[in-house]
């Protein structure tokens, strides 16, 4: 059985944030030290490790000092032309030479010439022994490039091809010719005092942005300390998933855009969703984005009031919602170019941000007010930002931009589409299938008579989702001796740690279910008839048909040699240019079954995306889709939307407003699968993998679920394809053609197994009344003779060698650590014991006698 001990996809973290600018300075010691001030008065928000000592990372990000840089460049022996690019680089240690080496080769390559080498003053003795045990080799390295050089891109393309061929352990904190960072895992009260450079009066900037890191769950290290490059973050991006996948497949266009060789990775491996969406957002602005309409483009608004907006803006927002998926979540971001500074919050306002002006043109922001002390100073303006708003500033030109005139700005760009999209409505279906041959192919497509029943009839008949307790006593499908489905082996996955979930009711206003079909089409969900087919078919097309089904005797071989089919079809349409493909299982019947439509989904869209071919819409059509889940997972997938065509005629079948019923009722579920994740947007669901599987193979896995987690190894493809082969012969076999009751929500003889039978619960009446052994054995035999039912049953628990008795300390020592919540069970058995109960603890012992 494998198991999957965990990655950085699971990393969360919360922090404290701001930055400090002086609107029309070149350079002012007082904003630094302005800066290290207001990390000092977070230092509440950060971790620190048991040692004491070790911070989770605190950090600055400055423009570059020019005199000071200037100076230290001399004192090293180097002398500085007008224009060069600073690089704040940790080496690892024992290897700086090889790696020096290894920078100037690839430098010298891309049109640059290596000026020397700094080595940072460190004070590493005021570090904690974790620091200090990962502490890096810090050196700056100086860049000149030639007369008329542009030297960001060329700075760019040099760290991205340095960390493609340098030793592991070398990372640029810092490559520009604008900006400097300083960072480590430090607590603010360190960093000034490990970096002495922080504390010299020459070291001036117009602007400082400042991070304090608290990590949840995260192993902090040097390179994860924030500010990034260009973003200080604080939240989480609970989109990140998606984010990454949508950014690797479009990954062999943008390094031709950026002129990067194809060993390069746009996205840092193993880093926190914080560093990915510093990945993201360089993408943007090396194509030349303003740092603010990049940000706009990453983390758009939920809605704006039109009338308070130009038309640039409105074109510019319309334009990149069809072109990019948002990178969502509570999160709130500093940022900068190094010319203009600002902060944004995401669409929800789900952490907060303050800002601060005075007279003289200081500009405070920060996670909480009072991080720096202004006595004395006259207040113009003291505000919150709100959600999904942004401010702006350039210190150097003096500019500043609050969130309404960052509304009505110009210069959003020229997008290449300013249209409104066409929307294609629902047009509802009929039933057009004779009512017995409907049945066995609702069998072989994996319908029970529970699920219909149980599942489906709710959401046809009241519109929304059957009403469940808590608690499933069936065993996980990969324990099930039943045939289950595909979809039974997925589970939808919730944010937790620091992330509030959205309230689907109540905040439907920021959600959205869009999708967008090209350029110009847009659906308001992803869930689709065949009416609606009917017409994308017609403006989409050519439209690209690929077929998932298979001769139904041509055995595991024959069903393995389709889903190549599906992959190869999927991946070389781009030489006949669909508008969409379209994959379905229509063509079921009693000589062909279908493959699993999560599987030949999974197939389709990971060729797509080989051969370059993500930004064509991919629809399916399949009759297996019966419940929000199996939508969810579709599009989580890849799939642009679904076509639920049996579902959607059983719903005509059985009202003439079934089909609209059965809409709403799937498209408030989709709703609860995104807010359960903190999601607002489908877009930014589509092709996430954001569910958790348990109990299928890991090979599996890795090739067509490769970002989905997965946990415990089980059943691979063969298993999968044998099961859907074996239930479209039972549902062809019969003459009847019913759906069969499978036991899946309460105990049927032939049907799912359940922990709790009603043999199991009769034995266990009698003993209770009689009290007698036998009849407590025959429970005890039953209840231990059952095969696995939970993943705990799978465990062998091994004997130990038991600790002598005079080695055990005594009763009173023991419960002296025994402590619970205040709930009333559970304090009053501790009450007894005059233990730690949080219900007023000593100063009510003696209230209860302990009985005994």
Known sequence: MAVNRGSVSTDHDACGVGFIARLGSTGSREVVERALEALLRLSHRGGVDADGRSGDGAGLLTRIPDRFIRRSAREAGIELPASFGLGMVFLPAGAEARTRDVIEIIAKGNGLRCLGWRIVPVDSTI??????????????????????????????????????????????????????????????????????????????????????????????????????????????????SGNRRWLRAREPVLRQTLGLSDRVRLLEEGVSDSASFDNGLEIFIRQAYPSHAAMLCMVPPAV?????????????????????????????????????????????????????VTSDGLIVVGSEVGVVDLRGKRVTQRQRLGPGEMLLANPITGSFWRPQEILKLKGWGNPKRCSLPRRVIATGQSCDLPPAEVKREMVALGW???????????????????????????????????????????????????????????????????????????????????????????????VQRIDFTFSGDSGIEGAKTALTRVQDQAGNAAALKPGMILLSDRGIDANRAALPALLALAAAWKSMVRAGFFDVPLVIETGQVIETHHVALLIAAGAS????????????SLSPEGPRKYRIAIEKGLRKVLARMGISTVTSYRNSQLFEIVGLDEDLCKELFEDANYTIGGIGLSDLLQDCMERHGAAYASDKGELCDAGLYRFRHNGER??????????????????????????????????????????????????????????????????????????????RLFRCQQSGEASRFGALRSHH
Not at 304 to 328: K, V
Request: with cysteine.
């Open 304 to 356: 704006q009031d039109q009338r308070h907006t130009s038309q640039e803006y409105r074109c510019f927002i319309e334009a990149h919602a069809r072109e990019h998926e948002p990178w969502d979540g509570p999160a709130a971001l500093i940022f900068t170019d190094g010319v203009t500074v600002g902060a944004k919050l995401d669409r929800n306002g789900l952490r907060p941000l303050r800002y601060t």
């Open 448 to 542: 029970s008579a529970d699920q219909f029943r149980l599942l489906f009839l709710p959401l046809v008949q009241d519109a929304q989702e059957a009403v469940w307790s808590m608690g499933d006593d069936t065993p996980p499908a990969f324990l099930s001796t039943m045939r289950r489905p595909l979809w039974e082996y997925c589970k939808q996955r919730f944010a937790q740690v620091t992330n509030p979930p959205i309230d689907p009711l109540r905040e439907t206003h920021v959600m959205s279910l869009d999708v967008f079909l090209g350029a110009d089409t847009v659906i308001s969900s992803p869930l689709l008839d065949s009416g609606q087919i009917k017409v994308l078919a017609d403006i989409l097309r050519p």
């Open 641 to 652: 939307a679904v076509v639920p065509y049996m579902a959607l005629q059983q719903a005509a």
């Open 754 to 831: 359940h922990a709790s039978s009603p043999e199991l619960v009769r034995r266990m009446h009698r003993y209770i009344k009689s009290n007698n052994v036998e009849d407590y054995r025959r429970f005890s035999e039953l209840s231990h003779e059952t095969q696995p039912l939970v993943i705990r049953d799978l465990l062998e628990v091994t004997a130990a060698v038991p600790v002598p008795l005079h080695e055990v300390e005594p009763e009173a020592s023991l419960l002296s650590r025994f402590s619970t919540q205040a709930r009333r069970g559970r304090s009053g058995s501790l009450h």
């Open 127 to 240: 570090v904690g022994p974790r620091a200090r045990d990962t502490l890096p080799v810090v050196q700056q390295c100086f860049f000149a490039g030639g007369p008329e050089a542009d030297l960001e891109p060329l700075l760019y393309v040099l760290r991205k091809e340095v960390e493609a061929a340098a030793p592991k352990g070398v990372y640029f904190c810092s490559l520009s010719s604008r900006t400097v960072v300083y960072k480590g895992l430090l607590t603010p009260e360190q960093l000034p005092a490990f970096y002495p450079d922080l504390r010299s009066s020459e070291f001036e900037s117009p602007f400082a942005i400042f991070h304090q890191r608290y990590s949840t769950n995260t192993q902090p290290s040097w390179s994860l300390a924030q500010p990034f490059r260009l973003v200080a973050h604080n939240g989480e991006i609970n989109t990140i």
